[in-house]
């Protein structure tokens, strides 16, 4: 073998060595590359920004549950960047995210309801919707949406189904069964009478049920007010107090009237008459005989406070939350005996929110009840009058007088 031969194999050795080393190194630099990726807490780029902006509160997590990355949401649950998550319930959410990523099930992902508290204690427990992810090796996004509201919501939609259809079937259930013991009575003249008069009974205690269901759909759904103007608390007061006198007699109970006069809000009389109206009649349904129902009008700044006060049996503490929902009776039985809807309260609160105010409940069991309805204060016509008077002058100038046309002949000077 000549020197030529030689040395092109020695060439084709020598290239063969390079590759393999070169192979050999580049196997090493990505191994060490993995290596580093499945160690590294670093939080990938871009992912930081991203949770920065996110509506929803949402964190990153190492292994050791600490939070690399946290969303401004997740603050109020107690979720800041350097600390330990302290829900097991997340740290245990963010373990099956990875457990199911090892596995290579559900590409790394876990999901959970839970009740996270928002703030401080004694602050009350939200609940939420979780979902843990794995974005590393060894970092797990944690998203989680706060469902409190929506479920209230889903549950009071139950609530109001099941509970009208119960309220809607014992009248029409009732007129029905009265219909037929007037048929098999209808050789007795007295009895027919005494049915007749059940009849009539259910069916005004059906029409009131359904009328006011449609108050408080017309007061959820309708966009604006139907005959808004500058009414006076006086009129409302005296309207709702006066719709309620006999109630008030046969019950025993004296309706005592109060506080500042001469004040106005703007709304519409009518609604506010029904919504003032409602908490004497409960007022009026859930005191003894012989008390009183304290009804007040207070300024205070710029807000209007009416305040309805009764000496009966209060309100529960656990009832409070839920009694300005539909059809929530905080005592069932005695609702049915005063002939309760369980819609009056709720009317209140939508009326009053309606006009830009607000429902307040101080109740104690064995003390009573105090609704106050804080409403924004206007002026008065007596007060706007002066005031357009006073613009009108301010247009003349000072020292001119007003122009009069001028006469044509014929025309009385």
Not at 35 to 53: F, M, N, Y
Not at 85 to 100: T, V
Not at 179 to 208: K, M, T, W, Y
Not at 294 to 313: L, M, N, P, Q, S
């Amino acid at each position: 073998m000549d020197t030529t031969q030689l040395t092109l194999l020695a060439l084709g050795i020598g290239a063969i060595i390079g590759g393999a080393v070169s192979l050999l190194v580049v196997a090493s630099l990505r191994a060490r590359e993995r290596v580093l990726a499945e160690t590294s807490l670093d939080v990938p780029d871009g992912v930081r920004d991203v949770i920065h902006a996110m509506d929803d509160a949402a964190v990153v997590v190492d292994t050791s549950s600490t939070v690399l990355a946290a969303s401004g949401p997740a603050g109020p649950f107690g979720l800041t960047e350097g600390q330990v998550l302290r829900s097991d319930e997340l740290r245990s959410l963010a373990r099956r995210a990875r457990a199911a990523e090892t596995s290579g099930a559900k590409a790394g992902t876990a999901t959970s309801t839970m009740r996270l508290r928002r703030g401080a204690p004694p602050a009350e427990l939200r609940l939420v919707a979780a979902r843990a992810t794995v974005i590393s090796p060894r970092l797990v996004l944690v998203v989680f949406r706060d469902i409190t509201e929506r479920e209230r919501v889903e549950e009071m939609r139950r609530d109001f189904v099941a509970n009208t259809s119960h309220e809607l079937k014992t009248p029409v259930g009732a007129v029905s069964l009265l219909a037929e013991a007037i048929e098999s009575a209808a050789d007795d003249p007295a009895q027919v009478r005494i049915f007749a008069s059940r009849i009539g009974a259910e069916a005004a205690r059906l029409a009131n049920l359904t009328s006011r269901i449609m108050n408080l759909s017309r007061l959820q759904a309708s966009d604006e007010l139907d005959n808004v103007r500058e009414v006076s608390v006086d009129e409302i007061v005296a309207s709702a107090v006066d719709a309620h006198a006999i109630q008030a007699t046969s019950a025993g109970v004296e309706v005592i009237r109060g506080g500042d006069r001469g004040l106005y809000v703007r709304g519409d009389s009518q609604v506010l008459s029904e919504a003032v109206g409602n908490l004497v009649a409960n007022a009026i349904a859930y005191s003894p005989s012989a008390s009183s129902v304290g009804v007040g009008v207070k300024a205070e700044g710029d807000i209007v406070e009416i305040v309805v006060t009764d000496r009966g049996i209060g309100i529960a503490e656990e009832d409070q939350q839920r009694i300005f929902e539909r059809f929530y009776r905080a005592d069932q039985a005695r609702s049915r005996r005063t002939g309760g809807t369980g819609l009056g309260l709720s009317i209140v609160k939508h009326a009053v929110q309606r006009h830009g105010g607000e429902v307040r409940l101080w109740s104690r069991p064995g003390r009573g009840s105090t609704f106050t309805i804080r409403l924004p204060l206007v002026a008065g016509p007596e007060e706007i009058a002066p005031r357009k008077k006073r613009a009108r002058k301010k247009k003349l100038v000072p020292g001119a007088k007003a122009s009069r046309p001028a006469r044509t002949n014929g025309e009385p000077a």
